[in-house]
């Protein structure tokens, strides 16, 4: 197997790429139901969904959000598509900030950010053909053209642009005729119908069988390619965000804490939640390290990783994040840190940048920290 | 392979739905699981993981139908069973006391307004109706801790029990009267990955602990290769291939298996450009002739379409076995 070129689009560096969409300080809240013993109570409680997020959604470039379910992920895809109503913030498309959520101005964002969701099979209405779907997202955008010819055209160019050859075979099936991935390239198809600048991509593949997820995210990152979109790919998968993505960022409870470029933040995590996360995910290769096989030498990273998941291992509500009506104060993670320190408990640790663009939002990496970490292999 | 067989599946065939309708969900399965070791299932959704290990629990409701083979029990002591050929009375008092079942979304199969005492004491109720009543608390109890969960939480009901502990009361459910084998129907599948690898290792030690043989079905073959001894890939109702999962890891002998190890982008080495596999999986309505996998396969020949592999060692006297024509003595 060919080894890609590693970045992918070597020419530019990500951070001098355009940056199409940009969020700051984000922050979501949803009110918990009214029930009897809150009912007169002034300040109801709220969840905190969503906490300070910065992003920056760059062309051609694949950003990934990963975390666990609860941690937020999908409500930042959401307010990206500005399906939510902000709590705090600002979004920011090329510069402009936004905040409109119906009318024209509203359909005019829609145009430029689309959407793919994570069920293939709710999000096509089943009584309905794929020629239904297609058409009625070019015209509602107003790229069905003026003749009928036309909008075939544009038809077949749609599908002929996930894949789905000959388009005739697919156009007038009915959305249960196709399979998962079928169904799945359809609705990539549907957004790639308002020619937007950006796509925000909520677990596109996670429903999706084994074998055919990486035809998905290969079409995806193909049409990364061609068309220079910007993509937002959430997903709870740290290896697949490895593969796909060439930023990550690691959210819990609700705040980002790491990111950087993608290779750097898997193979040398620098957050105890990232070096669990990515100690408890399946890997066969740690099977043939135990094995005795060569598999590379170990590094500091890797000893990091060990110990943050042997230090989780027996402890009866280590696996489970916090309650997010009352988040823990200082990090959200020092309930389940191995490493926690007083500081954690009370002070909310900032962003600490480190060598080569990556940053972790922990205090281990703070100017006056006592032991601070040395990451091995990192770029002076 | 020292050990015993504990069961013995033999020529399973199951179908949904009867006559020439019938779709074929699981054909001519053959599977040994021997005794104290884990024994992984995989395959991808219609493959008929599921239907296999309802079949072979005879959980199986209609339309579904075992239409033929047979599935033999050895238990420790005294004569093999045909698990096919008990009447209703014995099949209750065989399952969960010799075969026990933890389900797809086991989190939800608890009934939410029961305690977790009165769901783990019913069990015994069920099975020992002779067992004094302070005897099945102290039982209920030790399961729980045996699954890592304290003893105060008996009294919880479901909702105030986050995701992985419900599905941990599951598998002490499952426990409960100390079975011979669990079958573990994706038991994690709904859980992150944390919460996965905790309570994938506290099975790895109960079994240890407690020598029972486990079934364990999933999609994710990574995670089979980490955890089971032995793997046993299926696509289209069919085994297309059965070996050690390190022998499974190092060479892939059928082109599925290999498609759906390079199916899963690594973490670590170096990173590449992987494919899948092209095509989706088969309709059971309307099945390929032949190999089921020949329309998908990168390296199918002359008698692929025509004439459907068995399942045989790729090379005589092999331990593992595959149904290829690629790796068939002509």
């Known amino acids: ?380 | 392979m020292t050990t015993p067989a504990v069961l013995d599946i033999r020529g399973l065939n199951v179908d949904y739905g009867l006559g020439s309708k019938a779709v074929h969900a699981v054909r001519d399965v053959n599977l040994t699981l021997h005794r104290g070791e884990v024994l992984g299932l995989a395959g991808e959704s219609g493959s008929g993981k599921s239907t296999l290990a309802y079949a072979v629990t005879r959980l199986l409701s209609p339309p579904g139908v075992i239409t033929g083979g047979e599935v033999i029990y050895h238990p420790r002591k005294g004569e093999p069973i045909d698990i096919l050929d008990l009447g209703s009375e014995q099949l209750r008092a065989f399952r969960w006391q010799e075969i026990s079942l933890v389900f797809q979304g086991a989190m939800n199969s608890l009934n939410p307004v029961h305690t977790v005492r009165s769901q783990l004491t019913d069990v015994l109720k069920a099975h020992r109706a002779d067992m004094p009543r302070a005897a099945r608390d102290a039982r209920a109890a030790e399961l729980l801790s045996l699954v890592g969960i304290s003893r105060d939480r008996l009294g919880s009901y479901p909702h105030q029990l986050s995701g992985g502990m419900r599905q941990r009361v599951m598998i002490a459910m499952a426990l409960a009267l100390d079975p011979d084998i669990v079958i573990l129907d994706e038991p994690t599948t709904a859980l992150d990955v944390v919460m996965q690898r905790q309570i994938l290792r506290q099975l790895t030690r109960l079994r240890a602990q407690l020598d029972f043989s486990v079934v364990f079905i999933t999609h994710d073959i990574s995670l089979l290769i980490e955890f089971s001894d032995r793997i046993a890939i299926m696509y289209g109702g069919r085994i297309v291939e059965e070996a050690g999962s390190k022998e499974i890891y190092e060479t892939s002998n059928h082109p599925y298996s290999h498609g759906l190890l390079h199916s899963f982008p690594a973490l670590h080495g170096p990173r590449r450009e992987l494919t899948g596999i092209p095509g989706s999986p088969p309709d059971l309505t309307a099945m390929p002739s032949g190999c089921a996998f020949h329309p998908r396969c990168p390296r199918k020949f002359e008698p692929c379409d025509q004439r459907v592999p068995v399942l045989a060692p790729p090379t005589p006297g092999s331990d593992r076995s595959v149904a290829c024509w690629l790796h068939a003595e002509h």
Request: proline fraction near 8%; charged fraction near 25%.
């Open chain 1, 1 to 380: 197997m060919p080894e890609i070129p590693d970045p992918p689009t070597a020419e530019v560096p990500v951070s001098d790429r355009e940056i199409v969409l940009e969020a700051k300080d984000l922050s979501k809240h949803f009110a918990v139901r009214r029930n009897l013993r809150n009912l007169a109570d002034r300040n109801r409680p709220v969840v905190h969904a969503v906490d300070d997020v910065n992003l920056k959604l760059r062309r051609g470039t694949v950003t990934a959000v990963v975390g666990e379910s609860g941690s937020g992920k999908s409500t930042i895809a959401r307010l990206l598509a500005q399906l939510y109503p902000l709590t705090g913030g600002q979004l920011l498309l090329q510069g402009k900030p936004v905040r409109a959520a119906r009318g024209r101005a509203f359909r005019a964002y829609c145009r430029q950010v689309q959407m793919i969701f994570q069920d293939p099979f709710g999000s096509l209405n089943p009584t309905h053909t794929i020629r239904y779907h297609l058409t009625r997202a070019l015209k509602i955008h107003k790229r069905a053209g003026n003749t009928a010819a036309d909008l075939e055209q544009a038809l077949k160019e749609l599908l002929g642009r996930v894949h789905l050859t000959p388009p005739e075979r697919y156009l007038d099936s009915f959305p249960h005729e196709l399979s998962g991935g079928q169904r799945q390239r359809v609705a990539i198809a549907r957004a790639m119908a308002a020619d937007p600048q950006v796509l925000l991509a909520d677990e596109p593949v996670s429903m999706l069988d084994v074998s055919i997820r990486l035809g998905i995210l290969n079409l995806l990152r193909d049409l990364k390619e061609r068309l220079n979109l910007a993509i937002l790919y959430i997903t709870h998968d740290i290896a697949s965000a490895r593969y796909f993505a060439d930023e990550t960022l690691v959210m819990y409870a609700g705040r980002m804490v790491e990111g950087g470029d993608s290779e750097t933040v898997t193979q040398r995590p620098a957050h105890p939640y990232t070096q669990l996360l990515i100690g408890s995910a399946p890997d066969p290769d740690r099977v043939a390290v135990e094995a005795g096989a060569p598999a590379g030498e170990p590094t500091e990273a890797a000893d990091a990783v060990a110990e943050a998941v042997v230090a989780t291992e027996d402890d009866d509500r280590a696996g489970e994040p916090p309650s997010l009506i009352n988040p823990p104060s200082g990090c959200r993670f020092h309930p389940r840190c191995p490493k926690a320190m007083e500081r954690c408990r009370t002070e909310l640790p900032p962003r600490f940048d480190l060598p080569g663009g990556q940053w972790a939002a922990c205090w281990l990496y703070a100017e006056d920290a006592e032991e601070r970490p040395v990451l091995k292999g990192a770029p002076a």
